[in-house]
């Protein structure tokens, strides 16, 4: 085989190597910088399934696992069993999961009780999408999940479905800095 021909298959490796990437870099969801802090963050307040209202601020001082889902998502039906796994491992220790749906209340209550959620679940239309989009989800897709630190900074960002491993990794680095640990 000549070195032109040797030259040639390379190049075209390289190349193809190179769409295979960027396929698969742009077929991918991903996030974005937060464009709010704390504050704003603590503002927000949305209503639970049974009509009363809650706002994130009651949550402030804590390490915050704000999980944006829906309850026709089968990736966030796969992972929030293991987020109420985590949320009661890691409640003594300052962790709060909540989720936040733009859904019917009912429906949310429902799929509450179906799959045994024990942590505090939100809903709310264009704000829940507003917020999500503001904290990273630049694609605007469930689920996607925002860990924020004791500080209310955000910490972690994962658009798809957060391993229950991974998570309770990420929370074990982040607890520390949790002031009632």
Known sequence: MSARWLFAIVGAAAMLAGAA?????????RTAAPTLGAEAIYAATF???????RSLSSFRGKVVVLNFWATWCAPCR?????FSRLQAQWAGRNVQFV????DDPERVRRFARELSIDYPLLVGGTEIDDLAQRLGNR????PFTVVLDA??????QRVGAYSEAQL????KELAVDSPAT
């Open 151 to 156: 500080h209310g900074r955000v910490a972690r």
């Open 99 to 102: 989720g936040l749906a733009d």
């Open 139 to 142: 694609d605007r897709v469930v």
């Open 21 to 29: 990437l960027w396929l698969a870099n742009s077929a991918h969801p």
């Open 47 to 53: 209503r639970d399934p049974a009509g009363g209202t």
């Open 168 to 171: 309770a990794a990420d929370l």
């Open 78 to 82: 796969a992972e929030m069993p293991g």
